[in-house]
C-alpha cells in the first residue's frame, strides 16, 4: 500500500470470528517474517484495525494514525525523510485459536506534497518546446514522490528502482524524448535498410530531432453561436424591400414567425417558420403533459416594408370536443386535472404584391384534461386582396408538387369544384371515411369498405358505387395551372370520362344470388402534365389532360362462418396517377433510315473519328493547352523528319 489507507473484504460467516493486526518484523538470521498468533489487538503501533460486518461478508480498513508531513527544523510528531513509513502489517481472522484468513500488506508511504513553506517570487523558466522538450521526464505524475515504472523519476531511489527496473516505460512517455529518427545514419531500426541509404542520410545530433518544432502559435477567437435570427433591416439604409414566394416571415424582434408544423419525419415541430404564399394544414397530437403554448398573439408582424402590423386574434370556445380527443384513458373524476389549451388555430393572411396587409387569428379554447390525447390544428391560408368575387389570386404561374390540384365548375354560379380522394377512418367503411384533395405530382391510392346485402339488386349496386366514386369528383374541368382564373376558359381542361360499363340484367336473382358481375369498383384518374418552361431556374409545369376511368370487379357474397351475416363488405378503390410527356413529340423517324455502322465506333474495331482524339476537347486526360502543345511539337518533328529526309536537303547539306 502506497497511502494512508487500504480496504479489503473477508468472505464468509463473520460470527464468532475476530480480527486482529500486528506487526511482523523480519528474522534477522533468515530475513523471512515471523508469523503472528491470534493474539493481537485492532491496535499495532500507528496502526488501526477497524471491521464492518455483514451478513456475508465483512469489510476490513486498515488505517494510518499519524502525521505524514515533512519535518521542517525543531518540529516534531513528522517524518524526518520523504519516505516516512515502511512497514510489514499482517491481518489475521481467527476463529479462537485457528486461523481462518491471513493478510500481509507491505506499506511504502511518502510524506505528503502539499507545500507550506515561503513561495519564492522568482518565476519558473519554461524552455521554447519548439527547439527544447518542454518535459523530460513525462511520466513523472506525482510530485514528491517515485512513480512505479518511471525510471526517469528523480524522486525514485536506487531501492526503488530495483523493484520496476524490469518493467520501466518505454518510448517518450518513459522519457525518451529525443528518440532517434529512422533517417539518421546510426540508426538501425529500420527493417530493410536500402543500399542508397548510407548515400543519403542524414548525420546530425539528436538535439536537432525532427520531433521539435510541432506547435504553432496562432491567435485565438471566440466562437459565435448562431441563433434563428436573420440580418435585416439593421442597418438604417437598407430597408427591406418585401416578401418573396418561400420567404420566412419576419416579426418585430427580428425572428421567424413559427406555427407548429409537421416535419419530414411524420412529427410535428411547434417552431417550424411559416413562409409566404405556402399555406398549410396540420394535425398534430398531444396531451396534458407535453402540452406547450406557441407564439404569443401578440407579436407584432413586418409587413415587408419595414413597418409593423399588429394581429386581430378572435377566441372561441369548443363545444364538441369529441371532434378533437382521440383517445382517453379510464381515470376517475375526482383524480383528473384540466387545463384550458388551444384546440385549433386559425391564420388569415392579407397580401398585396410583396406585403402583408393585415393578419387574422382565429383560436379554439377547450379543457383538455389528464390521460386525454388531443389532436390539435393549425391552418394558415394567404388571401389576395387583388382578388375579385371572392377568388383567390395566386403568383406561381405553374404547380408545385404537394399542392392541391384546382378543380371547377366552368358554366355555373358557383365555379369552385373539388377533386378528391378518401381518407378511411374508424373501421374503414365508406359511410365515416372523409376525404382529402388530389395533390399534385403524388400518386396515391386509397379507398373504404361499401355494406352490401345477400338480397342485393345488381343494378341499385351498381348505382350506388358509381355515386359513390362519382363523389369524389365534384368538377368538371381541371386547371393548367395553380393561378388559374375561373373567368378565362383556357385556363382548365375538360375532364374526359369514360363511363363504366352499365348492364340492365340483374344476375343476382334465383340461383345467383348473392352474384353480380361488372360492378365499376375501381375509379382510375390519370392526370397528364408536362414541363412547359422555367421561371427563375424553377421549371413550370402545367396540366394538359385529365381522364377518368372505372375499372369492374364481380362482386359474390362472402358467407364467413355457418352464413350467418347477412351483410357483406365491397372494397372500392380510387387511385390517382400523374403522367410526365415531353412538352413537344420528339421528330418521328423516317421512313428509311440507313444504319452508317462503317462510321460507328461501337461496332467496328477501327475507328478513324478518335486518330487524333488526344487533340480534341473530348479528351480530358491532360489540359488541352497541355495537348494542344504537344501536337504543335509533334507536328514540327515530323515536318523536319520530312526535310531532312529530301534529296536536295542532303544535297543542300553537303555544300
Same mark, same amino acid.
Given at each position: 500500500?502506497?497511502?494512508?489507507?487500504?480496504?479489503?473484504?473477508?468472505?464468509?460467516?463473520?460470527?464468532?470470528?475476530?480480527?486482529?493486526?500486528?506487526?511482523?518484523?523480519?528474522?534477522?538470521?533468515?530475513?523471512?517474517?515471523?508469523?503472528?498468533?491470534?493474539? !493481537?489487538?485492532?491496535?499495532?503501533?500507528?496502526?488501526?484495525?477497524?471491521?464492518?460486518?455483514?451478513?456475508?461478508?465483512?469489510?476490513? &480498513?486498515?488505517? #494510518?494514525?499519524?502525521?505524514?508531513?515533512?519535518?521542517?527544523?525543531?518540529?516534531?510528531?513528522?517524518?524526518?525523510?520523504?519516505?516516512?513509513?515502511? $512497514?510489514?502489517?499482517?491481518?489475521?481472522?481467527?476463529?479462537?485459536?485457528?486461523?481462518?484468513?491471513?493478510?500481509?500488506?507491505?506499506?511504502?508511504?511518502?510524506?505528503?506534497?502539499?507545500?507550506?513553506?515561503?513561495?519564492?517570487?522568482?518565476? &519558473?523558466?519554461?524552455?521554447?518546446?519548439?527547439?527544447?522538450?518542454?518535459?523530460?521526464?513525462?511520466?513523472?505524475?506525482?510530485?514528491?514522490?517515485?512513480?512505479?515504472?518511471?525510471?526517469?523519476?528523480? /524522486?525514485?531511489?536506487?531501492?526503488?528502482?530495483?523493484?520496476?527496473?524490469?518493467?520501466?516505460?518505454?518510448?517518450?512517455?518513459?522519457?525518451?524524448?529525443?528518440?532517434?529518427?529512422?533517417?539518421?545514419?546510426?540508426?538501425?531500426?529500420?527493417?530493410?535498410?536500402?543500399?542508397?541509404?548510407?548515400?543519403?542520410?542524414?548525420?546530425?545530433?539528436?538535439?536537432?530531432?525532427?520531433? #521539435?518544432?510541432?506547435?504553432?502559435?496562432?491567435?485565438?477567437?471566440?466562437?459565435?453561436?448562431?441563433?434563428?435570427?436573420?440580418?435585416?433591416?439593421?442597418?438604417?439604409?437598407?430597408?427591406?424591400?418585401?416578401?418573396?414566394?418561400?420567404?420566412?416571415?419576419? &416579426?418585430?424582434?427580428?425572428?421567424?414567425?413559427?406555427?407548429?408544423?409537421?416535419?419530414?419525419?411524420?412529427?410535428?415541430?411547434?417552431?417550424? *417558420?411559416?413562409?409566404?404564399?405556402?399555406?398549410?394544414?396540420?394535425?398534430?397530437?398531444?396531451?396534458?403533459?407535453?402540452?406547450?403554448?406557441?407564439?404569443?398573439?401578440?407579436?407584432?408582424?413586418?409587413?415587408?416594408?419595414?413597418?409593423?402590423?399588429?394581429?386581430?386574434?378572435?377566441?372561441?370556445?369548443?363545444?364538441?370536443?369529441?371532434?378533437?380527443?382521440?383517445?382517453?384513458?379510464?381515470?376517475?373524476?375526482?383524480?383528473?386535472?384540466?387545463?384550458?389549451?388551444?384546440?385549433?388555430?386559425?391564420? &388569415?393572411?392579407?397580401?398585396?404584391?410583396?406585403?402583408?396587409?393585415?393578419?387574422?387569428?382565429?383560436?379554439?379554447?377547450?379543457?383538455?384534461?389528464?390521460?386525454?390525447?388531443?389532436?390539435?390544428?393549425?391552418?394558415?391560408?394567404?388571401?389576395?386582396?387583388?382578388?375579385?368575387?371572392?377568388?383567390?389570386?395566386? $403568383?406561381?404561374?405553374?404547380?408545385?408538387?404537394?399542392?392541391?390540384?384546382? =378543380?371547377?365548375?366552368?358554366?355555373?354560379?358557383?365555379?369552385?369544384?373539388?377533386?378528391?380522394?378518401?381518407?378511411?377512418?374508424?373501421?374503414?367503411?365508406?359511410?365515416?371515411?372523409?376525404?382529402?384533395?388530389?395533390?399534385?405530382?403524388?400518386?396515391?391510392?386509397?379507398?373504404?369498405?361499401?355494406?352490401?346485402?345477400?338480397?342485393?339488386?345488381?343494378?341499385?349496386?351498381?348505382?350506388?358505387?358509381?355515386?359513390?366514386?362519382?363523389?369524389?369528383?365534384?368538377?368538371?374541368?381541371?386547371?393548367?395551372?395553380?393561378?388559374?382564373?375561373?373567368?378565362?376558359?383556357?385556363?382548365?381542361?375538360?375532364?374526359?370520362?369514360?363511363?363504366?360499363?352499365?348492364?340492365?340484367?340483374?344476375?343476382?336473382?334465383?340461383?345467383?344470388?348473392?352474384?353480380?358481375?361488372?360492378?365499376?369498383?375501381?375509379?382510375?384518374?390519370?392526370?397528364?402534365?408536362? /414541363?412547359?418552361?422555367?421561371?427563375? !431556374?424553377?421549371?413550370?409545369?402545367?396540366?394538359? =389532360?385529365? %381522364?377518368?376511368?372505372?375499372?369492374?370487379?364481380?362482386?359474390?357474397?362472402?358467407?364467413?362462418?355457418?352464413?350467418?351475416?347477412?351483410?357483406?363488405?365491397?372494397?372500392?378503390?380510387?387511385?390517382?396517377?400523374?403522367?410526365?410527356? *415531353?412538352? %413537344?413529340?420528339?421528330?418521328?423517324?423516317?421512313?428509311?433510315?440507313?444504319?452508317?455502322? $462503317?462510321?460507328?465506333?461501337?461496332?467496328?474495331?477501327?475507328?478513324?473519328?478518335?486518330?487524333?482524339?488526344?487533340?480534341?476537347?473530348?479528351?480530358?486526360?491532360?489540359?488541352?493547352?497541355?495537348?494542344?502543345?504537344?501536337?504543335?511539337?509533334?507536328?514540327?518533328?515530323?515536318?523536319?523528319?520530312?526535310?531532312?529526309?529530301?534529296?536536295?536537303?542532303?544535297?543542300?547539306?553537303?555544300?
Amino acid at each position: 500500500m502506497s497511502g494512508p489507507r487500504v480496504n479489503s473484504f473477508f468472505l464468509g460467516n463473520p460470527s464468532g470470528v475476530n480480527f486482529s493486526i500486528s506487526l511482523s518484523p523480519r528474522d534477522e538470521e533468515t530475513g523471512k517474517l515471523q508469523r503472528a498468533n491470534c493474539n !493481537g489487538s485492532k491496535r499495532a503501533g500507528d496502526w488501526n484495525l477497524d471491521v464492518t460486518r455483514g451478513m456475508n461478508s465483512s469489510k476490513v &480498513t486498515v488505517s #494510518l494514525a499519524r502525521n505524514l508531513e515533512l519535518c521542517l527544523p525543531n518540529a516534531t510528531d513528522c517524518c524526518p525523510s520523504p519516505l516516512c513509513v515502511v $512497514e510489514t502489517l499482517q491481518v489475521l481472522a481467527c476463529h479462537g485459536s485457528v486461523v481462518l484468513a491471513q493478510l500481509l500488506i507491505q506499506a511504502e508511504i511518502f510524506t505528503n506534497s502539499s507545500f507550506t513553506g515561503n513561495v519564492s517570487e522568482n518565476a &519558473t523558466i519554461i524552455p521554447n518546446q519548439a527547439f527544447q522538450p518542454l518535459g523530460s521526464c513525462p511520466c513523472n505524475l506525482t510530485a514528491g514522490a517515485c512513480d512505479v515504472r518511471c525510471c526517469c523519476d528523480l /524522486e525514485c531511489t536506487p531501492d526503488l528502482k530495483q523493484l520496476f527496473s524490469g518493467s520501466c516505460f518505454t518510448g517518450v512517455f518513459g522519457g525518451d524524448v529525443n528518440p532517434p529518427f529512422d533517417q539518421l545514419c546510426s540508426s538501425q531500426s529500420m527493417e530493410y535498410t536500402p543500399e542508397w541509404f548510407p548515400f543519403l542520410c542524414v548525420q546530425s545530433s539528436l538535439d536537432n530531432t525532427p520531433f #521539435l518544432g510541432y506547435f504553432y502559435h496562432g491567435s485565438t477567437s471566440t466562437p459565435k453561436v448562431p441563433s434563428f435570427t436573420i440580418p435585416l433591416q439593421t442597418s438604417p439604409g437598407k430597408l427591406f424591400t418585401g416578401y418573396r414566394q418561400g420567404d420566412p416571415i419576419i &416579426t418585430e424582434e427580428n425572428e421567424y414567425f413559427t406555427v407548429p408544423q409537421r416535419s419530414l419525419a411524420g412529427q410535428c415541430v411547434g417552431n417550424a *417558420p411559416v413562409a409566404y404564399l405556402q399555406g398549410f394544414d396540420v394535425k398534430c397530437l398531444t396531451n396534458l403533459a407535453s402540452y406547450r403554448e406557441g407564439l404569443p398573439h401578440n407579436v407584432r408582424i413586418n409587413s415587408g416594408t419595414a413597418d409593423f402590423i399588429q394581429q386581430n386574434v378572435i377566441y372561441r370556445t369548443i363545444t364538441d370536443r369529441g371532434r378533437f380527443i382521440t383517445g382517453s384513458e379510464n381515470l376517475h373524476t375526482a383524480e383528473v386535472l384540466c387545463q384550458n389549451v388551444t384546440f385549433a388555430e386559425h391564420y &388569415t393572411f392579407a397580401w398585396k404584391e410583396e406585403n402583408i396587409e393585415h393578419i387574422n387569428v382565429t383560436v379554439f379554447l377547450g379543457n383538455l384534461c389528464d390521460g386525454e390525447i388531443l389532436t390539435q390544428r393549425f391552418t394558415v391560408k394567404f388571401l389576395s386582396l387583388q382578388s375579385t368575387n371572392g377568388e383567390e389570386l395566386f $403568383e406561381n404561374p405553374g404547380y408545385e408538387v404537394g399542392k392541391p390540384v384546382r =378543380a371547377a365548375n366552368i358554366n355555373t354560379s358557383d365555379p369552385l369544384g373539388s377533386l378528391n380522394i378518401w381518407q378511411p377512418a374508424g373501421r374503414g367503411l365508406c359511410a365515416s371515411a372523409t376525404y382529402t384533395p388530389v395533390l399534385f405530382g403524388v400518386d396515391s391510392y386509397s379507398g373504404c369498405l361499401l355494406e352490401v346485402g345477400i338480397n342485393e339488386d345488381c343494378s341499385f349496386l351498381r348505382g350506388n358505387v358509381t355515386e359513390k366514386l362519382n363523389s369524389l369528383i365534384q368538377a368538371t374541368h381541371i386547371g393548367k395551372r395553380d393561378n388559374s382564373s375561373y373567368s378565362d376558359r383556357n385556363d382548365w381542361v375538360e375532364i374526359i370520362r369514360v363511363d363504366p360499363f352499365n348492364s340492365d340484367t340483374n344476375v343476382s336473382i334465383g340461383s345467383f344470388k348473392g352474384f353480380c358481375p361488372d360492378i365499376p369498383a375501381n375509379l382510375n384518374i390519370h392526370i397528364i402534365y408536362a /414541363e412547359v418552361g422555367a421561371v427563375e !431556374g424553377i421549371p413550370l409545369e402545367h396540366i394538359l =389532360a385529365v %381522364q377518368i376511368s372505372y375499372s369492374t370487379v364481380t362482386w359474390q357474397f362472402q358467407c364467413g362462418l355457418g352464413c350467418r351475416n347477412s351483410l357483406s363488405f365491397l372494397p372500392i378503390t380510387a387511385s390517382v396517377q400523374f403522367i410526365k410527356v *415531353p412538352a %413537344q413529340p420528339p421528330p418521328p423517324r423516317t421512313r428509311y433510315h440507313r444504319i452508317y455502322e $462503317e462510321f460507328d465506333c461501337d461496332r467496328n474495331d477501327l475507328c478513324w473519328q478518335q486518330l487524333f482524339y488526344p487533340f480534341t476537347r473530348f479528351y480530358t486526360g491532360e489540359p488541352y493547352s497541355q495537348c494542344l502543345a504537344k501536337g504543335l511539337l509533334l507536328a514540327f518533328l515530323v515536318l523536319l523528319a520530312a526535310i531532312m529526309s529530301n534529296p536536295w536537303f542532303s544535297a543542300l547539306w553537303k555544300r
